[in-house]
C-alpha cells in the first residue's frame, strides 16, 4: 500500500533493519535505567537522548543543512543508521517521477530519475547499507557490554553494603 518494494530480500531487509534498529534502543534504554538512581531520571535521559538523536538523523532536517558545529551528532545516532539503511533499501536500483515544482512555476516532471539521485538529495551516501548495519550491532553489542558492566557494577556495590 505504501508503494514500498514487494521483494522478498527487500522485505527481509527491511524487517532486519528495524529489528535491528529497536534492539539498539533497547540497549541503550538498559544502559540508562542502570545508570540512572530514579525512574524519573531515566525517561529524563532517554527522552533527551532519542530526541537529539532523532533530530540529527536527517529525516526532519537535512544532514548538509547541519550546521557544522553540530553535524556530527548524526554520527552517534542509531536512527541515522537504520534510516539510511532503509532508504537505501528501497531507493537504491528503482526509477521514480521526480517532480519539480516552484510557486511561480509550472511542476516539472522528470520522469525514470534514479533512486540514487533522491539518496544524494537526502544528504545520504548511496551504498552503505552494510555499512550501517555493522554498525547497528556495534552499537548492539557495546550497550548490551556496557550495560552488564554498570549492572555488575551496581550488584556488586548493592553486594558489598549489606555486609
Known amino acids: 500500500m505504501a508503494g514500498f518494494k514487494n521483494e522478498a530480500a527487500s522485505w527481509f531487509s527491511f524487517m532486519f533493519t528495524l529489528v535491528l534498529f529497536s534492539l539498539c534502543i533497547g540497549a541503550l534504554s538498559i544502559l540508562v535505567v542502570n545508570c540512572s538512581r530514579t525512574?524519573?531520571?531515566?525517561?529524563?535521559?532517554?527522552?533527551?537522548?532519542?530526541?537529539?538523536?532523532?533530530?540529527?538523523?536527517?529525516?526532519?532536517?537535512?544532514?548538509?543543512?547541519?550546521?557544522?558545529v553540530l553535524a556530527w551528532i548524526h554520527w552517534l545516532s542509531q536512527f541515522f543508521y537504520a534510516f539510511e539503511a532503509m532508504i537505501q533499501n528501497e531507493l537504491n536500483g528503482g526509477a521514480f517521477d521526480l517532480v519539480v515544482s516552484a510557486p511561480s512555476i509550472d511542476p516539472l516532471v522528470l520522469p525514470?530519475?534514479?533512486g540514487e539521485v533522491f539518496i544524494d538529495t537526502l544528504g545520504y551516501e548511496t551504498g552503505t547499507s552494510t555499512r550501517n548495519i555493522g554498525i547497528l550491532i556495534g552499537f548492539?553489542?557495546?550497550?548490551?557490554?556496557?550495560?552488564?558492566?554498570?549492572?555488575?557494577?551496581?550488584?556488586?556495590?548493592?553486594?558489598?553494603?549489606?555486609?
Do not use: E, H, K
Open 140 to 163: 548492539y553489542y557495546g550497550f548490551v557490554a556496557l550495560a552488564m558492566l554498570s549492572f555488575s557494577r551496581r550488584f556488586f556495590a548493592a553486594s558489598l553494603w549489606r555486609r
Open 39 to 68: 525512574p524519573g531520571t531515566a525517561s529524563f535521559v532517554m527522552n533527551t537522548v532519542l530526541l537529539f538523536q532523532l533530530v540529527f538523523t536527517g529525516f526532519l532536517v537535512n544532514v548538509n543543512s547541519i550546521t557544522p
Open 112 to 114: 525514470d530519475t534514479a
